[in-house]
């Protein structure tokens, strides 16, 4: 998986900050994004080792996935 690739997300993530549902549960599964970064170092090449370090984004929206969670498209 590398930046610029197009995914799926394959299982089901319960996320509470989608811009159309705001502060209810809305499912991502099966929703198709582009990932934007993924995060493995911080400032001046410090190792980071993120808790979701995939970000993915959808339209306008961000949000941070494992790499388990996601397939290509």
């Known amino acids: 998986m590398q930046p610029g ?12 900050s989608h811009p159309k549902h705001r502060s209810k549960p809305f499912d991502m599964h099966g929703q198709e994004g582009e990932v934007k970064e993924i995060i493995s170092a911080w400032k001046e090449g ?25 397939e290509p498209c």
């Open 5 to 16: 690739d197009r995914v799926r997300v394959r299982k089901s993530v319960i996320v509470y």
């Open 46 to 70: 410090e190792p980071l080792s993120a808790t979701l370090p995939v970000v993915v984004v959808f339209g306008r929206t961000r949000f941070h996935f494992h790499a388990d969670e996601l």
